[in-house]
């Protein structure tokens, strides 16, 4: 059994390098594609249709054969141009062609989803919980049957925040955890802020290991510890930390062309030492 330690030292540096940029990381959102794609989709569907179409597509938003930036572009562009209300006729072409890996388990929770008292809910009131987006996350998990921590519905979460926030709503994330998937794990280790008993050959696979159900509350608090000294909500950080961290493997860790990533395509202009220390423990 691996002993995953976290460095509480390491976090306080990390939050004090990062406090400069705090109101960056608050509005960072408003740059993530993913946003993008929901805003775009906002053009023919309603506040209510894009809450429904948003959540269940946010749950199912795993085991991907393309960039979650990607496949989010395409959902928006699919159902955009493919307006009918038959949702569940919808998302089976469209995750057939878009993300066919576990087709089957995917189809069955948008299922459950679908015939959820949730969507009752939301048919009648899309923002509903916009400011108790904590209470949406219950709501979520208790439907699927699935531990209010995991990735999918933590992201389903963030995701329905962003379509609040372009329906004109500001939403409350305060008291959520981050989603933990493998780019937020991947940045725990280059960062330091989480170390592994053995020695890491492979990064990726160990990465793989820190989101499996034995570790990935490790990680995952790890993260809120950040957020609390940070004084952001952890759905904030994530935008961040996902957006960085996917650029860094896009570039294969070639920190010149990531700060020129993250100043052309997202509008930051990071120091370069700040992407040093996130990669201090090595990288891919």
């Not at 919808?90 to 189809?107: G, V």
């Amino acid at each position: 059994m691996l002993l995953i330690e976290v460095n509480t030292t390491r976090i306080k540096e990390l939050v004090n390098l990062l406090k400069p940029y705090k109101n960056t990381l608050k509005t960072l959102y408003k740059r993530d594609p993913q946003y993008t794609a929901i805003g775009e989709l906002l053009q023919t569907r309603t506040c209510s249709e894009t809450v429904i179409l948003v959540i269940t597509n946010a749950i199912v938003s795993y085991q991907l054969i393309t960039s979650g930036e990607l496949y989010w572009f395409n959902f928006s562009k699919y159902f955009k141009e493919n307006t009918s209300n038959k949702y569940l006729d919808l998302f089976k072409t469209f995750l057939s062609t878009y993300s066919p890996r576990l087709l089957a388990q995917k189809l069955n929770r948008v299922r459950k989803i679908l015939e959820s008292e949730l969507v009752l809910e939301l048919r009648k009131d899309p923002l509903k919980y916009c400011n108790k987006i904590a209470k949406l996350v219950e709501k979520i998990a208790n439907t699927l049957k699935v531990s209010p921590f995991s990735k999918t519905i933590l992201f389903a979460a963030k995701m329905y925040g962003y379509v609040c926030d372009l329906c004109s709503t500001e939403p409350n994330y305060w008291g959520l955890s981050i989603p933990l998937d493998y780019r937020n794990a991947l940045l725990a280790m280059m960062s330091c802020i989480i170390s592994i008993s053995e020695p890491c050959k492979d990064t990726y696979m160990c990465s793989r290991i820190l989101v499996t159900r034995k570790y990935f509350r490790i990680v995952q608090n790890a993260w809120s510890e950040v957020c609390r000294e940070l004084g952001i909500t952890c759905a904030h950080l994530d935008t961040f930390t996902w957006l960085l961290t996917g650029i860094i493997i896009k570039t294969q860790c070639n920190l010149e062309k990531a700060h020129s990533q993250l100043k052309n395509t997202l509008g930051i202009d990071l120091p370069r030492v700040l992407l040093e220390e996130f990669t201090k423990c090595g990288c891919l």
